[in-house]
């Protein structure tokens, strides 16, 4: 881990500032809650999946892409080539949003009574409607913003947004909803609009204060639409399997005979279990943003020996990383879900899908690099595939097995996406195959479980593994003093 690269320290900020951001959006939560009351809530969790799911037709694909496309520019040093690339980015953002904003805007009535069954929701939802290109030209700024690495600018508009989000949302709901359920709707799409008009406004400037060289326009549309129609494509897939999944899980988990309440099982697998399990992933996620436009800067500049360093860098810090969290969540699983859930099931579950966090981190970072390096549409491939196989195997196992079927189906479809994407990292970065490494970090992990094991409680546990799992991986030579100084480093920053 020698070196220095500002991409893992913008990582750590980048982490920080939506952990906070969370922690305050979930405490904002607990205040709507009680000012709407629990029908409220529900009523505006539909509005809210609504606005989500055009939310996802609408953008197209286009942060990723401005992402990319920047980036990619970027690396061969032609920032004359950005304005076109943002005036593109945005055409293309106001033609796809305009569309699905209008058909959501004049099939609101339809939709709030038919699929939410509350007429009361139609204006929320045509405020949605008319909020959508305002939503998606913030998604082309900041993706221009983290291809260009500017990451502080970046953490302090979202604040920003945030705070002016629940300003906004808490005046409409004291000043003017009431106890108005269809009003309290309103207020909280108006609140989170602002904190989109806030942020629009906020990056627009900035981007204007560059002073932006300009160049004569040059063929854009084709590698535009290339690039953002795979995915755009990925995540409406995506979104459709997933409400295929919603609607076949519990019909064909009602099916098995071996549970008194599969369903509530279910539930908890779901709404228990993955919560917790991809918690500490976060970090995991701002790296796999940040590496996705470093990789095509790498990729347009022709910096082999900078990808194939980042990949492997990447993979190793993760690989660590996630057999760490994953081990230590397997330890804990029993004492934090009762401590959360107050439920020994979730603990259960959680203690066996924790041994799968590496293969589920690693993943996220592999897709990022294979994005970054021009990858999208093999990567919808294998995104279909996999999604695929699951509602078949789901649709077979569930009434058979029960959540053991579930639980196998996971792991197999999430295992075969693992191995084609790596696979495919592997041959476009040229990267060459090592298995000491993630061999011997394997092998740390299991002997400081097993040697652990023994201790009294969960707690001694934790604090044995983790003194063992470091010993080991220093003796074995995994963890170098050159390590320690890198990470020193970021501390420093």
């Known amino acids: 881990m020698s070196g220095k690269s500002p991409i893992f320290y913008n990582a750590l900020l980048l982490t ?36 989500g799911m055009a939310m996802t037709a609408a953008s197209a694909g286009i942060r990723t892409t401005a992402m990319y496309l920047t980036a990619a520019e970027l690396g061969r040093n032609r920032k004359e080539h950005i304005c076109h690339i943002l005036s593109g980015c945005v055409t293309y953002s106001i033609i796809c949003s305009g569309c699905i904003g209008l058909l959501l805007y004049l099939f609101a009535p339809m939709i709030a009574s038919n699929w939410i069954g509350s007429i009361q929701t139609v204006a929320a939802i045509r405020l949605l409607a008319c909020m959508l290109p305002v939503s998606c030209l913030c998604g082309v700024m900041t993706g221009y913003f983290t291809a260009a690495g500017r990451i502080r600018a ?16 808490m005046l409409a709901l004291t000043l003017w909803a009431g106890s108005d359920p269809g009003r309290a709707c309103q207020s909280v799409v ?36 290339s690039t953002a129609f795979p995915l755009a494509l990925a995540d409406d897939l995506k979104a459709c399997i997933s409400t295929t999944e919603n609607l076949i899980v519990p019909k064909r988990l009602a099916l098995f005979s071996g549970a008194a309440d599969p369903l509530a099982v279910f539930g908890t697998v779901c709404a228990m279990v993955f919560p917790v399990l991809m918690f500490p992933a976060a970090i995991v996620f701002s790296l796999a943003e940040l590496l996705i436009p470093e990789m095509a800067r790498c990729a347009a500049a022709g910096s082999q020996k900078r990808i194939v360093y980042l990949a492997r860098k990447s993979l190793r810090i993760v690989l660590l990383y ?60 294998y995104n279909v595939l996999t999604a695929a196989l699951d509602v078949l195997f789901l649709y077979i196992l569930l009434p058979k097995y029960g959540m053991q079927g579930y639980f196998f189906s996971f792991l197999v479809t999430h295992l075969l996406n693992f191995i084609l994407s790596l696979r495919l990292l592997l041959r476009t970065a040229r990267l060459p195959v090592k298995l000491k490494t993630p061999a011997t970090i394997a092998l740390a992990t299991c002997l400081s479980l097993l040697l652990c094991q023994a201790l009294p409680n969960a707690f001694v546990q934790a604090g044995a593994f983790m003194l063992l799992f470091f010993s080991l991986l220093t003796l074995m030579g995994i963890v170098s003093r050159q390590d320690l100084h890198w990470l020193k480093g970021l501390a420093g920053k």
Do not use: W
């Open 322 to 381: 996630s057999c760490l969290t994953g081990a230590l969540l397997h330890i804990s699983a029993q004492p934090l879900c009762m401590r959360l859930y107050r439920s020994l099931d979730a603990g259960t579950y959680l203690s066996r899908y924790a041994f799968l966090a590496p293969m589920l981190y690693c993943d996220a970072i592999i897709d990022a690099m294979n994005k970054g390096l021009g990858q999208q549409k093999i990567c919808v491939r």
């Open 16 to 51: 920080g500032v939506n952990l906070l951001l969370r922690l305050v959006s979930t405490s904002f939560q607990v205040y709507i809650s009680g000012q709407i009351g629990a029908a409220g809530v529900g009523l505006l969790q539909l509005v809210l999946s609504v606005g």
């Open 154 to 169: 970046l953490s302090v508009t979202e604040i920003a947004e945030q705070l002016c989000s629940m300003g906004a949302t």
């Open 190 to 225: 108006l609140g989170s609009s602002v904190g989109a008009c806030v942020t629009l406004i906020i990056l627009s400037i900035l981007r204007l204060l560059e002073h932006a060289p300009k160049a004569p326009p040059f063929p854009l549309c084709k590698r535009l639409v």
